[in-house]
Nanobody
Framework: QVQVVESGGGLVQAGGSLTLSCVAS??????MRWYRQTPGKQREWVAT???????NYADSVKDRFTISRDNAKNTMYLYMNSLKPEDTAVYYC?????????WGAGTQVTVSS
């Protein structure tokens, strides 16, 4: 059973930075993604990174967030800069391995104004 665990969330002031990490217990993942969700809203895609390192971002985070991964460690990161109160959400890691889609339990990010 593959386990995916996020970490690094917390409380930060607007304009600040946080780095999220996602570790998968095992497997080879073609794509890894970050999503986020606030109460009452649908889960929102944030960023994707392929096994080769190609990255894509939602417009709302482009130029502020950077996604990266270390395939040897089965770890993905999300470097979040210039944080805004609207970035407040639970951030989820998603890892795709063939037909299997794995999700973590999420990590809370709160940005105060």
């Amino acid at each position: 059973q593959v386990q995916v665990v996020e970490s690094g969330g917390g409380l930060v002031q607007a304009g600040g930075s946080l780095t999220l990490s996602c570790v998968a217990s095992r497997g080879i993942f073609s794509y890894m993604r970050w999503y986020r969700q606030t109460p009452g809203k649908q889960r929102e895609w944030v960023a994707t990174i392929s096994s080769g390192g190609a990255a894509n971002y939602a417009d709302s985070v482009k130029d502020r967030f950077t996604i990266s991964r270390d395939n040897a460690k089965n770890t993905m990161y999300l470097y979040m800069n210039s944080l805004k109160p609207e970035d407040t959400a639970v951030y989820y890691c998603n890892a795709l391995a063939g037909p299997n889609n794995y999700w973590g339990a999420g990590t809370q990010v709160t940005v105060s104004s």
